[in-house]
Nanobody, 117 residues
Framework: QVQLVESGGGLVQAGGSLRLSCAAS????????MGWFRQAPGKGRMFVAT???????YYTDSAKGRFTISRDNAKNTVYLQMDSLKPEDTAVYYC???????????WGQGTQVTVSS
């Protein structure tokens, strides 16, 4: 089992930037597909971006061109660089790891991102 700890959330004005980090425990981080999800108030948890163990990246349409997911396997860390933030990006952001074949099965505790207009 891998433990995930997110950091980097906060309050930012519209148009600003934040970089989220997710530190993972364990020695096999490099083989996991990693992802970022978010949950806005009153809504379900939604996919934002993923980076596969081989480095391929995928984004939800609303994140394309504004967010960048990356990973540093030497530091067991995955990042989400968020630029041109909008109030609708306000949510709790969760880091997730896919350690098996059944989708993302390990989750962090979440970090709050609030974008003011």
């Amino acid at each position: 089992q891998v433990q995930l700890v997110e950091s980097g959330g906060g309050l930012v004005q519209a148009g600003g930037s934040l970089r989220l980090s997710c530190a993972a425990s364990g020695r096999t981080f490099s083989v996991y597909d990693m992802g970022w999800f978010r949950q806005a108030p009153g809504k379900g948890r939604m996919f934002v971006a993923t980076i596969r163990s081989g480095g391929q990246t995928y984004y939800t349409d609303s994140a394309k061109g504004r967010f960048t997911i990356s990973r540093d396997n030497a530091k067991n860390t995955v990042y989400l660089q968020m630029d041109s933030l909008k109030p609708e990006d306000t949510a709790v952001y969760y880091c997730a790891a896919q350690t098996g074949s059944a989708g993302f099965d390990q989750w962090g505790q979440g970090t709050q991102v609030t974008v003011s207009s």
